[in-house]
């Protein structure tokens, strides 16, 4: 069933209603009655007669009717009661605001479970508990305390935090801003954050989705509606309180940099959503999207009436990597008509500090008609002879009259502009209250516009060998081994079409020099252990042995010195390993995230990798275009693109073993982590080595 009960109910009981002032049940009653709600209201308190001049009922069955909602204010031990009873009445929606469930430890979590067994059974939607309400201004519905009911808008704004959601409604009132729902899930025990992103996702009236979470009850299944509707829809998400778990059962280097935050932003980026960092940011997003167009582009015009805040803006321009739109010699020639000599008829169109509304009005009209501009941006500071109300006014009509491109309005300064603000506001132009703000908005929408119209995501498959991985990643769950040798390791990953160093396992250091003898010098000898997970840390490395004398050198002193320093590892010998040609190190690995699933890493590698933390996320299964994006988002990227005369490496072969490690991660859910590193990487032409790796799997 859908939401409808919740957002456009014919007839709400206020179970819990009071007669005492400051207590929730009468502020719920008394918001409802004030924001005009047009259907009937039913107060349910057994003792008393009227409340606020309604008729007040001892329960739900005594109202005689049904009723599309029911709000419940009891206390928390009463709440499965009044559930059954809304089963007896067939109520098909409830919203608990009570508080004292699952939020409060185990006795909670009971009753709570007990409230959506009930509802379950009867088939009752549950909102909260644990929440502040619904709220739809257009439906004149205030289900809440959380303040006066706003201003009709375009926003739909869900919040797992219902205090929160006061803080913005007030906020939000007090600027005039407008929304089409706010709903507040608090601890979700039935509708959660994805049911309500699809009810907005369909509903007409909402034309941008708005939020604050702080998890994510079922990732996989989020992540793809979200993805689905940003893609008629922004989605702007607030989000804190990174999940920690994943990070700490870690034991490879991607594990260990992978926190819970990681992959909420790779999941986020792979929905399309608009993480925002504060209330004020998401307001400022919210604003442009619910009233404005989209840019066609990345070209923003600007208008002011001082140089100042002119090249303010200008420089935001650049810094964010929008362009600064290049204004036809017919546009030019239109505003040298109309313009006063001293006025600079390129963009930032500088129309002086002496401009009325009316001369705002004409380089409006101009600009806006130019076919270079994708976006206006309106500045104005207050001066002698401003009419920043008027100025407001003439910005909405042509905003009007032109709807085909966003205008924003920064209008600096405080008392003075107080009347214009309202006029933008109430006239749907965002209003900013820095140059830089309106520009990072713009930024946020042509980088949406640039998601939205992204090529369609095609994942290639590479043949392989599944039956190989199979019987190794079997066999070790069979015998319930966690971490696969690096033997085995390597056999999975040639598999999947790497390449790995020849090399073998020497119990002595007599072996250890027949077996560099047959692979040829230069060899690398390293520590064998299976209780030795970074060989270099205890000295357990040596590269570039030329010698017999040299092998038998490192081997003596590893079985010396590793033993002092673990005295209970299991140490089994050495392996033997060709020398790979100098190259550049990088790392590849996975951390599957308990949330969203695998989440690919690529960064610098080598034995630095945690210290430099020079890394890039992205879930699988990658794209080829996003397993290269992937390599652009690091610093390490232009060194391997070659710098200062030196070779660069070949790119295009490391974006393919991250193809590789995605569709092996894919295809087997058993791998719970995954670390190539370092994955040596040459120049173009030449096969990058999988050098070391580690591959941890688990049951699933
Ligand atoms: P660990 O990560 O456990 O310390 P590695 O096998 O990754 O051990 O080796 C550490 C470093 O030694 C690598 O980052 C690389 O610089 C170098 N190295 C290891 N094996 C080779 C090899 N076969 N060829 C060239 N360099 C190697
Ligand atoms: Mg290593």
Redesign the pocket.
Known sequence: MGLENFFNPQSVAIVGASRQKGKVGYEILTNMLAAGYKGKIFPVNPKAQTIEGLKCYPDLESIGEPCDLVIVIVPAKIVPTVMRQCAKVRTKSAIIITAGFKEVGKEGRELEKQVIQIARQSGIRVIGPNCLGVIVPANRLNASFGGDLPAIGATGYLSQSGALLAAILDMANANSIGFSKLVSIGNKADVNELDIIKALGSDPDTRVIAGYLESISDGDAFVREAEKISNYKPILLMKSGGTTAGAKAASSHTGSLAGGETAYEAAFERAGIIRCDSIKYQFDFSQAFANQPLPKGPCVAVITNAGGPGIMTADAIERQGLDFAKLTDKTISKLAEALPPAANLYNPVDILGDALADRYEFALNVVLDDPNVNTALMLLTPQAMTESAATAEAVVKIARQKPEKPILACFLGAAKVADAIKILREGKIPQYDSPENAVTTVKVMVDYVRWRSRPKRVVKLFPVNRRKVETIVDRHLRQGIREIGETESKEILEAYGFVT?R?SIAATAEQAANIAQQLGYP??L?IWSPD??????VG??K?GLNSTQEIMDAFDLMMYRIPKKLPNANILGVLV????K?GK?VILGMNRDPHFGPLMMFGM???MVEVLKDVSFHLAPLTAAEAKQMLVNTKTYKILKGVRGEEGVDIEAIAEGLQRLSQLVTEFPQIKELDI??Y?VGPEGSTP?A??ARISVEQV
């Open positions: 160093p090399g060899v690398v390293k030795i997970l970074h060989k270099s840390d357990g490395v590269v390993q060709e020398m790979c100098s190190e590698g080598g034995i590193n370092p040596m080595i050098v070391d």
